[in-house]
């Protein structure tokens, strides 16, 4: 299923709720503005080659457009407009005032030299440079990309611009950005996970977790859930899945990432298993951090986690998820789930146009109050409508972004 359509399927089920007619669906859901560029660059052996690279800005309703850049082998434009409709709705369901957008190049960056994944990325700023903008649209890591790419993205676009940190977001703390932003996508969903379990009457320490994916998101979430007392069975990255019954060691673990490029290849302390076996493993709750649409129709009938919460982007595809709610499986959806990198690219926002940095104690704890009130609002839309928390949240954001966009007019 193409991503978009998956998108626009849970798009509709909430806006049959929410009985809003076809004009306002359309207006809702087709994108402002559609970039797509020509990335040419020198390679380090001194050959040509040429990238494509996309920024779809999907609605800036309640505020300028937010989203990350992702640089991954699959990119396409309708994986990144699903990904910029989608920011849309995660930025209204945390109520901050942003609208959504989304980039990405299809490059493989582990096969690129850093050099050359830093010519690739100035030159893609090269070429959308007026497009975005600390007031426009605000760029920030996704898969593939981190703080060196961002500080890159800052240079180059201060050489159009003038200096101007706050156009990207998710820079290094040395360089502007915020203690506590490379965490807190994984934090938030720790976080969710807690508040989750405990609606749901079950026990941290009762609960074994799987989590696809040792990235940004992944390990960090790993790491909250270990503190919190979950147990972490199993995890894993591109090169295959680690499990450990008894719980992994988590700090071996990255240790092992730290000294091998960022993969857990070669690993030993733990069982090796495929990805597609990580997501079917008997366990408490599955936390989907790595690619979209990795539970599909095919293989939710096998699930056996009671609980997901989505770390990544769009990781079920809308008939995986119909059926996963005939089995009763209880699913915090991804707008809601991963928020918590956004709401801290927010505070960094915030903290550069004021010149003035908080320290971590505050990000983490104005990130709580603001993912906290988030999944309150939530919960209580799916009890008081009785659909599931994916539709609540859905109801939450489109509500929001349509009533910014009737009453800023649209003449
Ligand atoms: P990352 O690049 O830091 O990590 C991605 C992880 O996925 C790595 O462990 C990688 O090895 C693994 N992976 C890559 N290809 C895979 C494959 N074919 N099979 C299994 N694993 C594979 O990326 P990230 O920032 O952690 O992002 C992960 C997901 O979370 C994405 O869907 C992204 O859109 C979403 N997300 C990220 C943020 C953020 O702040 N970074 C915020 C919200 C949502």
Redesign the pocket.
């Known amino acids: 299923m193409r991503a978009f359509d998956a998108t626009q399927m849970y798009f509709d089920r909430a806006a049959d709720h929410l009985e809003l007619n076809d004009n306002m669906r359309r207006l809702l859901l087709i994108p402002k503005r559609e970039v797509q560029v020509q990335i040419a660059v020198e390679m380090d052996k001194g050959e040509l080659a040429t990238f494509i690279g996309y920024r779809v800005q999907h609605n800036n309703s309640r505020g300028p457009m937010k989203g ?1 850049l ?1 640089y991954h082998p699959q990119v396409d434009l309708d994986e990144v407009r699903s990904l910029a409709a989608l920011m849309t709705w995660k930025t209204a369901v945390v109520n901050l005032p942003y609208g959504g957008a989304k980039g990405g190049i299809a490059i493989d960056p582990l096969r690129l030299s850093r050099r050359e994944v830093e010519r690739i990325t100035r030159k893609f700023i090269d070429e959308i440079h007026d497009v975005i903008g600390p007031d426009r649209d605000i760029p920030a ?4 990309t981190g703080a060196e790419e961002m500080a890159w993205i800052m240079n180059q676009y201060s050489k159009y611009h003038g200096f101007n940190p706050a156009v990207v977001t998710g820079k290094p703390v040395e360089m502007f950005g915020v203690p506590g932003r490379e965490e807190a ?1 994984g934090r938030g969903v720790g976080i969710f996970v807690i508040k989750l379990l405990s609606r749901l009457k079950r026990k941290p320490q009762e609960t074994r977790a799987a989590i ?7 390990s960090h979430t790993a790491k909250f859930l270990s503190e919190a007392e979950c147990k972490v069975v199993a995890v ?3 090169t295959g899945g680690y499990y450990r019954p008894e719980g992994l060691d988590l700090p071996a673990m990255f240790r092992h990432k730290r000294e091998h490029r960022g993969l857990l290849e070669g690993y030993t302390g733990a069982e090796r298993m495929t ?1 597609a076996e990580l997501l079917e493993l008997d366990v408490e709750l599955l936390i989907p ?4 649409g990795v539970i599909t129709e095919e293989n939710a009938p096998r699930i056996k986690a009671p609980v997901i919460v989505e ?3 769009a990781p079920i595809e809308p008939q995986g998820d119909q059926i996963l709610d005939e089995h009763g499986v209880v699913i915090l959806p991804d707008i809601l789930a ?1 928020a918590g ?1 956004v709401t801290a690219s927010y505070f960094e926002w915030v903290q550069n146009q004021q010149h003035y940095q908080w320290g971590l104690n505050r990000v983490r704890q104005e990130l709580d109050h603001v993912l906290s009130e988030a999944f309150e609002r939530v919960w209580e839309i799916s009890i008081e409508r009785k659909v599931t928390l994916r539709t609540a949240a859905y109801i939450l954001g489109i509500n929001r972004v349509g009533r910014a966009t009737v009453l800023g007019g649209i003449t």
Request: proline share 4%; hydrophobic share 30%; aromatic share 4%.
């Open positions: 990350g992702r890591p996704d898969m593939g996508t696809q994916g040792f990235g940004n998101v992944g894993s990255d591109v990805n951090a790595a690619l979209g770390g990544a982007n991963n990198g």
